[in-house]
């Protein structure tokens, strides 16, 4: 595979790597390879075909030169020539080219013997023979032993020497001996021959010797190269006829065709404009097989997807429009829900916070809460049937209708009865909403409730936790024409909170598909250190958050919370706080975080300064002594507006330890005079105008206050 992509290759590098480039060397690589086999297998058999031949031919020459003259004249020569061969000395007859060896054969050659010999040669030589001899085996000693070789003539060898016999050889010579055979031999020379042999019997029928023609294999090699050479040059011409006729045929069928479609799709891809123009239905391509059918699908599909542009544009213009109205309306549907905190500034026998969160654009839920004269405040929750715009609309009448009634003065359970009648003359859709009510005297603390349906309140009694207020439900609102709700009445001491909620709370769900539930809603309550209703309803909505995680909101999550506080309500001080590690590296991070708040309420630079040098030594001392490995300390920040009063503490769990027992440094000695250590806390003493430690709970705890 190529290591670039068709978009990153220059022009060159897509003709090499194209598909008609390709398919070409596919073609030659095969035709070549077929080739090769095909020479092999020639060869093979041409070569096999002219051994044989040749084999075949130097047989019958030796068959030819025994019936030129009698077994008997051979026979003769053969007797004579190995009875003086096995008479001779050992000594002498391991040494055949020696003189006194050649010269034990002196009389052998008459006039009869060189005229047999010169026959020899003479077929020798017709036949373009390389040996052609008459000689006796010697089994024994692996001899074979001349008695006449045409080479006599032309290089003196005498009647009676003898060659050594490779091992290898010795089966064909000793096979020559019971009839006529032939074989390719390599001789010692390193020189392979065909060579034919045929025994020559006497009249006893005793072989007498053999006749051994032989033809050097240079002819054959010299042949099968040639006909190699002229059989590569053949197939290598057909090979590329092939691959470029196969090439060219490829280009005209497929190639082309293929770049037609994808200069279609390039076209189609970079017009943006032109959706209503054919540029797959214009190719007309006509090859009759795969190719035509993709292009006429890719056509199907250009129209097809043409099509659905023209339907997308028209449904997103009006899914725009349907975008827009949803925002309007959710921001419409919000301004119809009170959301300036603190609500009533001017009251101080309260506090009251609540919040909406849509699953959808618009929600289903709703919250109210409003003074109808000086001493009542009116607290109302409700959920409506299903989700959307229906139920967005379904809220907004029952909201006004409830907010209606409620200034005739009725009490909640009336409302609700009222506003039930008038929802079931005209609930064509059978909608309905469940409604909590409930109307604060804030001079007594007395909350007359009604439910219709809804989910049960909760209670927090002043320094308790919270828990359900199982009242009696009544029938949902728009359910049943006729139906009548009962008022209960809770009492709120000073301090106490009550937190009123939809189902959405409880049924917010994570991704394994969990609820939260209402254990968790409580245990979620009860971390809020204070009874103000922001940091109470936000502690809820952030363990809400965190359990559902990457989950989706499938229901409308809304709260309202108020705390009754009564006439003479000491209020306990609100506190901003950071936790980070006890290390020196944070101290700029919580002065930074307590220098804002500074600036916030106007604090003084002098004061500011010194402020601080203080949050500098406690911190110090509590990254360099609190703990033995690692910790985390937690800084609590409030300030009072009248008189304006800065209170600081700072939590650690590590080692029990207060800093104040230390007695203070001797200020008007030296500094070489003054014991090491103490005089960080003796500034910070000096420069606050309250400082107090405790140890609580496991952890250390100093205070220090600070008059603005």
């Given at each position: ?126 036949n373009d023979a390389l040996i052609t001899l008459f000689g006796v085996l010697d089994e024994d000693n692996r001899h ?162 043409n099509n659905y542009i023209h339907n997308l544009t028209a449904v997103t213009a009006e899914k725009e429009r349907i ?332 080692i029990p330890y207060d800093p104040l027992v230390a007695k203070d440094p001797d200020v008007t000695l030296s500094a ?37």
């Amino acid at each position: 595979m190529p290591e670039k992509s068709v978009r990153e290759m220059t022009e060159e590098e897509r003709k090499v790597n194209s598909l008609s480039s390709r398919t070409f060397q596919a073609v030659l690589i095969l035709s070549l390879i077929l080739s090769i086999v095909a020479i092999a297998f020639g060869y093979h058999l041409y070569s096999t075909g002219v051994r044989d031949q040749y084999m075949e031919r130097t047989t019958s020459l030796a068959q030819t030169i025994t019936s030129l003259y009698s077994s008997d004249d051979f026979a003769e020569y053969a007797d004579k020539v190995m009875t003086i061969y096995n008479e001779a000395p050992e000594d002498v007859r391991n040494q055949p080219d020696s003189e006194a060896y050649k010269k034990l054969f002196e009389n052998v050659a008459d006039e009869k013997y060189m005229e047999i010999l010169s026959a020899l040669n003479q077929v020798r030589i017709n036949n373009d023979a390389l040996i052609t001899l008459f000689g006796v085996l010697d089994e024994d000693n692996r001899h074979f032993v001349y008695v006449m070789n045409a080479e006599q003539i032309q290089t003196g060898v005498s009647p009676g020497q003898w060659v050594q016999i490779e091992p290898k050889n010795m089966a064909f010579m000793k096979k020559g001996k019971t009839g006529a055979t032939s074989a390719t031999l390599r001789m010692s020379a390193g020189v392979y021959v065909c060579a034919g042999n045929q025994a020559i019997y006497s009249k006893e029928g005793r072989v007498v010797g053999n006749i051994i023609v032989a033809v050097s294999m240079d002819q054959i090699t010299d042949r099968s190269t040639k006909f190699i050479c002229q059989y590569i040059v053949l197939l290598a011409a057909v090979a590329i006829a092939l691959a470029y006729f196969t090439v060219q045929n490829l280009k005209k069928e497929i190639v082309k065709p293929i770049e037609k479609l994808t200069d279609a799709a390039t076209a189609y891809i970079s017009d943006e404009e032109d959706t209503d123009k054919n540029y797959f239905g214009e190719l007309e391509i006509t090859t009759g097989d795969e190719i035509e059918s993709l292009s006429l699908i890719m056509a199907d599909m250009e129209s097809d997807i043409n099509n659905y542009i023209h339907n997308l544009t028209a449904v997103t213009a009006e899914k725009e429009r349907i975008s827009t109205e949803l925002n309007l309306a959710n921001r419409i549907q919000a301004d119809m829900l009170p959301s300036t905190y603190p609500a009533f500034p001017e009251r101080e026998e309260f506090d009251i916070y609540a919040s909406m969160t849509p699953a959808k654009e618009v929600g289903g839920d709703f919250y109210d809460f409003f003074m109808i004269d000086e001493d009542h405040l009116v607290l109302v929750i409700a959920d409506v049937s299903g989700k959307g715009i229906p139920a967005a609309l379904f809220m907004m009448a029952s909201k006004i209708m409830i907010q209606n009634i409620a200034f005739l003065g009725h009490s909640p359970a009336k409302v609700l009865e009222l506003v039930n009648e008038q929802i079931c003359k005209s609930n064509h859709e059978d909608m309905f909403v469940t409604v909590w009510m409930g109307i604060l005297d804030v001079n007594t603390g007395i909350i007359t409730c009604a439910n219709a349906g809804h989910e049960y309140p909760t209670i927090r009694r002043e320094n308790g936790n919270f828990e359900l207020f199982k009242d009696r439900h009544g029938f949902i609102i728009g359910g049943m024409e006729g139906m009548r709700y009962r008022d209960y009445e809770i009492q709120l001491n000073p301090g106490d909170t009550i937190f009123v909620y939809t189902d959405g709370v409880a049924e917010a769900t994570n991704t394994s598909s969990e609820l939260f539930g209402l254990d968790r809603m409580l245990a979620s309550l009860d971390r809020a250190e204070s009874n103000d209703p922001i940091e109470i309803s936000i502690k809820l909505m952030e363990s809400i958050n965190e359990f559902v995680g990457e989950g989706s909101q499938f229901d409308d999550i809304t709260m309202l919370c108020a705390t009754y506080y009564g006439q003479n309500y000491q209020r306990k001080p609100m506190f901003k706080e950071i936790t980070v590690d006890a290390t020196i590296n944070n101290i700029r991070t919580v002065t930074e975080f307590v220098d804002a708040e500074l600036e916030a309420h106007g604090c003084p630079m002098k004061k500011q300064i010194q402020i601080d040098i203080a949050i500098d030594e406690i911190f110090s001392n509590i990254a360099h002594y609190a703990f033995e490995g690692t910790g985390k300390a937690t800084v609590c920040v409030n300030i009072e507006d009248d008189p304006k009063v800065l209170t600081m503490i700072f939590k650690d769990n590590g080692i029990p330890y207060d800093p104040l027992v230390a007695k203070d440094p001797d200020v008007t000695l030296s500094a070489d005079e003054r014991s090491v250590g103490g005089l960080g806390v003796f500034i910070v003493k000096k420069t606050m105008d309250d400082v107090h430690y405790t140890y609580e709970n496991g952890q250390n705890i100093l205070t220090i206050k600070k008059i603005l």
